[in-house]
């Protein structure tokens, strides 16, 4: 039962009709006697700034998850950001401190790694392809290195972003093998971290044809669950991994941020 105990969480977003984040983690909640809920706000671009300024005033405002079109918008409205946020210039959840200040982080590419190594991939010394370089394929990117990835070449549709990108990693992460390149043969491990698939006339994000055979393809795309590129995939008699178990295993990341104090740096 809600009560003035309770602490209140939203998710953000424009629109917020199709989301399912507020089922799947007030389920969470209930389930594991948390006392929090979240519900959705539908806000508009021009009113994200005054909104966060609002929320962060209620003392019972524990935090937000944001998605789009806000996630590239939110880093500048943060008072302090974690160092995987600052490198994929994306939050997707927001923490309020005592104090009022906001304290983002970006779940993303933990949730898709964890998906990848609950399913039992090892990531340690991969060759890995990244098509995207947007928030959720920044933030996959950040976490792939942290698990110790020999190499990532990424590709994306404006160049500028992946180079910039590999900038920022490269500063982090100087024994992993960054590339910007549109060629996925001889990775390990070819994921697609673009919008690309949403929609049945999206063209692929990449050719399957061009990977080596034992290439694992993993997708951040949900819906389908199967999208034209794992059919490609599959049709080739390649591995592979849909994107709900990145959703899956972000799941519990988020119940750990938005109701726990300890914070990533
Ligand atoms: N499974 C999950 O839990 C999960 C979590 C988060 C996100 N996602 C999915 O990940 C996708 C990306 O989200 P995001 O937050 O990273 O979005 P974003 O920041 O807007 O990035 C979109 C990416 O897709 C590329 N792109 C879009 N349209 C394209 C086209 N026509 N041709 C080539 N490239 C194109 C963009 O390239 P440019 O940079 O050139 O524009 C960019 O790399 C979304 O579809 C979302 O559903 C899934």
Redesign the pocket.
């Known amino acids: 039962m809600i009560t003035g105990h309770t602490k209140t969480l939203a998710i953000l977003a424009d629109p917020v009709t199709h989301v399912r984040t507020p089922q799947a983690l007030n389920a969470r909640f209930e389930a594991e006697g948390v006392d929090a809920v979240l519900v959705p706000l539908e806000v508009p671009p021009a009113a994200l700034a005054p909104m966060l300024k609002g929320l962060a005033g209620a003392r019972n405002f524990a935090g937000a998850v944001v998605?789009?079109?806000h996630?590239?918008a939110v880093p500048a409205l943060c008072d302090a950001l974690s160092a995987r946020a600052a490198a994929a210039q994306?939050v997707?959840v927001i923490r309020r401190r005592p104090d009022g200040a906001l304290y983002g982080d970006i779940l993303?590419g933990e949730?898709?790694v964890r998906g990848l190594e609950q399913a039992g991939v090892t990531l340690l010394g991969k060759r890995v392809f990244l098509?995207?370089?947007?928030?959720?394929?920044?933030a996959i990117a950040f976490a792939l290195a942290e698990r110790g990835i020999a190499a990532l070449t990424v590709a994306?549709?404006?160049v500028e972003?992946s180079e910039a990108l590999i900038a920022r990693l490269a500063a982090h992460f100087p024994d992993v093998g960054f590339a910007a390149a549109t060629d996925p043969t001889g990775h390990d491990i070819a994921i697609n971290?673009?919008?690309?698939?949403?929609k049945p006339e999206?063209?692929l994000?990449f050719d399957p044809d061009t990977l080596d055979p034992g290439t694992l393809v993993a997708?951040?795309?949900?819906q389908p669950e199967i999208t034209p590129l794992l059919h490609a995939a599959e049709a080739r008699g390649l591995m592979i991994h849909p994107?709900?178990h990145?959703?899956e295993a972000?799941l519990t990341e988020m119940l750990r941020f938005l109701t726990h104090e300890e914070e990533q740096q």
């Open positions: 998605t789009v079109p996630k590239t994306s997707n993303d949730g898709f098509a995207g370089a947007g928030g959720a394929a920044s994306n549709r404006s972003k971290g673009t919008s690309l698939g949403l999206d063209a994000p997708e951040v795309i949900m994107g709900h990145m959703l972000q």
